[in-house]
Each structure stands twice: as C-alpha cells, then as structure tokens.
C-alpha cells in the first residue's frame, strides 16, 4: 500500500453505544467487548472476521471484515425480548466502508432481520417471517458518485457510511429479531483490500410512517411523536406529556426532541451531540488522552430571538485519521475547542454576494470557519494556507486539524451523516449550516442526480445554492468540483462568529517549517457574484476540477 494512501486510513468504530440519552436496543452495538473471536452478544458465519479494522497510522477500533475473497459472511446480533405493545417500527442502521477490492456477484450484499415468537415466556422460537433489503448497489452509486471526494479525486466512496433499513413487526406474536449484515457470491479478484468493514450496530424505534407523503422522504425523515412548539425560523420543539415551554438548552439528553422543518420534519441534532474521546486527542489543559472515553454532550443548542446558538468541543463523531502524522505530514492535533457560533435563523440576502475564485484573491470566503456541521465540526473554505486547494490533505473522513488543533472539512464530510443514509434516492439530508443561517444539504438533489449535475433554472450557482419553495435558499456540497462546500455566502454573515478567539477569524498562520494548513487571515471582498433571486439566472457553476 502507498504510503500517502497508508497514512490517510480512516478505519475507525464511531461513537460507543453507551453513551448517556442512547436508545440503542442492541446493548454492545459498538463491538467493542470480545466474546472470543466474536463480538459480544453477536454471531459471526462463514468468511466474517472479528478484528482490529485499522492498520499503522489508523485511529482504529474492533469490528467485522466480510471478506469477498471467499464466497459468503454474516454477522447477526439477536434482540430479545421485544415489546410489540411499545412500537412496532424499527429502524436498524450501521456504519460500512466497502474497501476498493470488496466485490459480490448477484447484487448479494444485504441487511437482514429475522422475526421468531414464541409463548410463555419461550422467546423466539418460532420463525414467522424476515425482510431482506440488498445493498451492493448503493456501493456501487457511491463508487460512481463519490469517486471525485476522495484523494487525488478517486476512491472517495471508500469511506465510512450509514446504511439503514425501516421494518415493522409483522405479526403481535412476534418477540425477536435476527438482524444481520451479509454478503454471497463474493467475488473479488484481488486478495488485499477486498472487505467490507462492519460497525456499531444500532437499532431503534421509531414513529409510524405516515400513510401517503406528499414529497419523496429525505432518508433523516421523522415523524413528531407530540405537540410541536415553535421555537423560531424552521426550529420547533416537539412536546410531549403536555410540556408548554421549550427547554433552554439541548444536549444529547433531548436532541431527538429538536425539530427542523424543510420538506420533511428531521431531527438534524440527534446521535450528533456526543463523541468520543480517542487516544491521542488533546484536550484543553494541553493534557493528551490516553484512554478512550465518552464526552456526552460534545455539542449544546440554545435559541435568542434571532439566532440558533451552537456550543462546541470541536470533537469529531466518527473515524479520523491518526494526528499528528508523525515524521511527515500533519504535526497537529486533533484538539478539545470552546467555541459559540451564531446562525440567523432566518437568513437575510446579502446585497453583495461574492464567488470565491480558484485562487482565493478575492476574498470571498475569510480563512478559518466559515460554518458548522451538525456534529459541531466547523466548515473552512477551499483553501490552504498559501491559497492552495486544501481538498487532498484530509483523512478519508475529509477533514484534518489546523495549527490551532481545530479539525475541520474543507469538503463533503461523508462520515457525518450518521445516523442517516444517503442512499442517493431522495434529496440529500442536511450537513449543517454556513454563517449565515442559510442551510448546506448532502449532494444529491433526487433520486441518482446530484445537485451538482442539475442544469437550466434550478442549477446551483457560484455559491453552490439555488433555491425550492421547501427549503428556501440552501447550499448543495458538490464532490470533485470547486468550491466543494459553498462558494461564497448568499446571506449576511453573522458577524458574532467573528469576534471571538476560536470562533471565527483571527489567529496565527501554519508553523515555521511547513506552510501549515489552514493559515486564518484576510476578510471577505470582491464583486457581486451570486444569484441572488429565484426568477434571475444563476452566474455559471465552476467546471468539475480534474
């Protein structure tokens, strides 16, 4: 393996189930606990190997290698006993990363569940029925679609993703479930490279689906379990057991109760406010983690009257790469911040709307953040220091920390969209948001067309935005083409996220003796350059860089 690709690898487990708020019914979904050469509580088949996932330079954790070089695996994780009388829909999801070589005939990669009943006490030992979604063909979209985020622009799918399946009970008898992760007709030609890596297993009630929907359903779709009670702006709190006022804060505890309204109702906080705490992270007091451990409440939400406030460690919730890249690379860490960030909660249409060039001499998007992921991980402009493309220094999570020890994306942070999938058949679930309010969404517009590729009135401008009657104006990342998040801001930039050390400009440029990546300096300028109302006609997008 090339050593620039070696010391990128991201093969890391996301955030352990046991963490606090966590409605997990799988209790060791994270497969972190040993049962000798399985998971705890997990059954392991055929060519399915329990084992550390990572390599040298990875920051790694236990999962399962399904292993296409032989002819069929599976892992299952059995759930009993289950309550119909508590819900009957389930959503069970886990993060995957289809390594280049991975391949099935058949389209014989699937997700699973198995429903068993029994009597008396007597769980599950009657099979009634199963439900088996295949899934190799969203790997194979992925290594078409994706291909152009990842380094030097090819094997961008090879990354962690979520890959989720809704089922209900199909008959009251039921009391149990087998879910599995699976592959036949494996396939690949080469020995080395050719797993598909399996983590943290989680499964999860969920509300009814509504009878008929007037739109397609964006894969982060809810249904509000109460009374929703408007908060501001798209935001409202979804009340229930005859609550009347909306909490203060939001933390890991409640997040799944925080509502966005766009085309559909989604919970954008929810299984993005905790984090865990890796070895080899540093936190405030410059200490360096040792062991790892759990940080709860990574992210907290309040609300003014004008604004979404946002308060975050800076940890990433999923895989990274192993900072400092010792003896080449990156010297810094992957550090703890103590930032506050702003958004409008109704975004107001800036009068001089300005598209970044390729070589940032305009100005249009400042050094240093420029936006924030749901996971609380900021957003910086295309740019390194020197006002180089930053795009192919990131670990295959496309992000990496800057001098301050702040990691950060400079691109479509794929590992973020737990605990969704983008399977590419609906409008992209949102990311998060750039300063000001206006909301950036995944790159797929509809079903296996990405926004990016959209042409005529609806195509995204320099900004990377357009505009629909259910999400107003909004930004689309666009992977493999500049600016990659967004290109500029289409409204005013919240300027308290700029006052403030750490939580917006200002700040030193990259160490002596390497240029560092991500130098904060500059302010915006230049000309008007966005679209700025639907009925006019967008300046053209920038051309897909090769």
Request: glycine share 12%.
């Amino acid at each position: 393996m090339k050593v620039w690709f070696a010391a990128l690898c991201l093969l890391a487990s996301l955030i352990a189930s046991a963490r606090a708020g966590d409605d997990n019914l799988i209790p060791q979904g994270n497969m972190e606990q040993r049962d000798g050469n399985q998971p705890v509580g997990m059954q392991l088949t055929g060519a399915a190997e329990y084992r550390s996932l990572g390599e040298r330079r990875d920051n790694a954790s236990n999962g399962v290698a399904l292993t296409s070089t032989k002819l069929a695996g599976e892992i299952t994780a059995t759930v009993t006993p289950i309550d119909p009388k508590a819900g009957k829909w389930f959503r069970f999801t886990f993060r995957g990363l289809p390594q280049q070589n991975f391949a099935v005939k058949d389209d014989d990669l699937y997700i699973k569940v198995a429903f068993y009943g029994g009597q008396g006490g007597d769980h599950g030992k009657t099979s009634y029925d199963y439900k088996e979604k295949k899934i190799y063909d969203q790997i194979e979209q992925a290594r078409k679609d994706l291909a152009s985020n990842g380094l030097r622009k090819v094997r961008g799918a090879e990354a962690w993703q979520t890959y989720q399946l809704d089922f209900m009970l199909p008959f009251p008898q039921v009391d149990t479930v087998k879910i599995s992760v699976g592959f036949g007709h494996g396939s690949a030609e080469k020995t080395s490279e050719a797993a598909f890596l399996v983590d943290e297993f989680r499964l999860i009630r969920i509300a009814a689906p509504a009878a008929a929907e007037q739109v397609p359903q964006q894969p982060s779709a809810i249904t509000p379990r109460g009374k929703l009670l408007p908060i501001g702006g798209r935001w409202y709190y979804d009340a229930v057991d005859g609550e009347t006022a909306v909490p203060k804060t939001f933390t890991t505890a409640n997040a799944d109760r925080l509502i966005y309204k766009d085309a559909v109702y989604s919970t954008p906080f929810a299984g993005n406010t905790s984090a865990t705490l890796r070895p080899g992270f540093k936190l405030l007091d410059a200490s360096v983690v040792k062991q790892e451990k759990q940080l709860a409440d990574n992210v907290t939400i309040s609300f003014d009257a004008t604004a979404m406030i946002v308060h975050t460690h800076g940890f990433p919730n999923h895989p990274t790469g192993v900072f400092p890249e010792q003896g080449f690379g990156n010297p810094s860490y992957i550090g703890e911040q103590n930032s506050t960030y702003y958004f409008p909660l109704v975004p107001k249409e800036s009068a001089k709307q300005t598209v970044t060039d390729t070589t940032n001499s305009n100005r249009a998007l400042h050094m240093g953040p420029i936006g924030l992921a749901v996971n609380g991980v900021v957003f910086f402009n295309p740019f390194d220091m020197g006002n180089t493309d930053a795009t192919d220094l990131m670990d295959r999570c496309c992000g990496h920390p800057n001098q301050n020890d702040q990691y950060h994306y400079h691109k479509y942070p794929i590992c973020i969209n737990s605990p969704w999938a983008d399977e590419g058949k609906a409008h992209s679930p949102l990311l998060g948001w750039a300063f000001d309010g206006v909301p950036v969404y995944g790159p797929y517009e509809s079903t296996d067309v990405m926004a990016k590729d959209v042409k005529g009135e609806h195509a995204l401008n320099g900004l990377n935005a357009h505009y629909d009657e259910q999400r107003g104006w909004h930004y689309h990342v666009t992977p493999g083409r500049f600016p990659y998040l967004i290109g500029g801001f289409w409204g005013v930039e919240e300027t308290r996220n700029r006052q403030r050390p750490g939580g917006g400009m200002g700040g030193p440029g990259g160490p002596s003796g390497r240029g560092g990546p991500d130098g904060q300096q500059g302010g915006p300028g230049g000309q008007n350059g966005g679209r700025r109302r639907p009925p006019m006609g967008p300046p053209p997008p920038p051309q897909d860089q090769q």
